[in-house]
T-cell receptor, first 113, second 110 residues
């Protein structure tokens, strides 16, 4: 069966510090991978998605970037965090090909102070 | 411009009764729709989906209805249970991407 991991679970970072959140998927090959953010009291906002190694699509302009160095690894990064980057970050995967259910990881709560 | 809307931020239902959660969308090109359930500090879990070629899909206590002409879908939970208390998100699919609504918090009380 497929499993998706995210770490860390919780992170407190000062403004201006760098960020690296990691997501890995097990039990499947060539998945589509996604990064979402849920701000307090808000819905799920798609940040980035990837249909293959090195292929990243950005949905909104922001202070963040994403990379996919391996087939089942998706990394969310920032060089300098802003207060507005605080939120709950979720990674998800789906089978490639469209019209497929996305399955979410446990999430990372990021607090920027 | 929000393409998927859940206009009710919260809903309170008595245990054993029906819960009806609603969702509206604006883009007629969406071709599949999903409902997710989310507990605090956890990732959303998939509940049920429906393709745009259908108008109803049922899975146990959960039924999703799709009205394409009205661009409206709903999730029915019958009977509602206290464990159903969570935030429910609808999502609409556009090829490889999902667009999520803002969620409805369901509280099922005894």
């Amino acid at each position: 069966s497929q499993t998706i991991h995210q770490w860390p679970a919780t992170l407190v970072q000062p403004v201006g510090s760098p960020l690296s959140l990691e997501c890995t998927v097990e039990g499947t090959s060539n998945p589509n991978l996604y990064w979402y953010r849920q701000a307090a009291g808000r819905g799920l906002q798609l940040l980035f998605y990837s249909v293959g190694i090195g292929q990243i699509s950005s949905e909104v302009p922001q202070n963040l970037s994403a990379s996919r160095p391996q087939d089942r690894q998706f990394i969310l990064s920032s060089k300098k965090l802003l207060l507005s980057d605080s939120g709950f970050y979720l990674c998800a995967w789906s089978v490639s090909g469209g019209q497929e259910t996305q399955y979410f990881g446990p999430g990372t709560r990021l607090l920027v102070l | 411009d929000q393409q998927v809307k859940q206009n009710s931020p919260s809903l309170s239902v008595q245990e054993g009764r029906i819960s009806i959660l609603n969702c509206d969308y604006t883009n007629s090109m969406f071709d599949y729709f999903l409902w997710y359930k989310k507990y605090p500090a956890e990732g959303p879990t998939f509940l049920i989906s429906i393709s745009s070629i259908k108008d109803k899909n049922e899975d146990g206590r959960f039924t999703v209805f799709l009205n394409k002409s009205a661009k409206h879908l709903s999730l029915h939970i019958v009977p509602s249970q206290p464990g159903d208390s969570a935030v429910y998100f609808c999502a609409a699919g556009d090829t490889d991407k999902l667009i999520f609504g803002t969620g409805t918090r369901l509280q099922v009380f005894p």
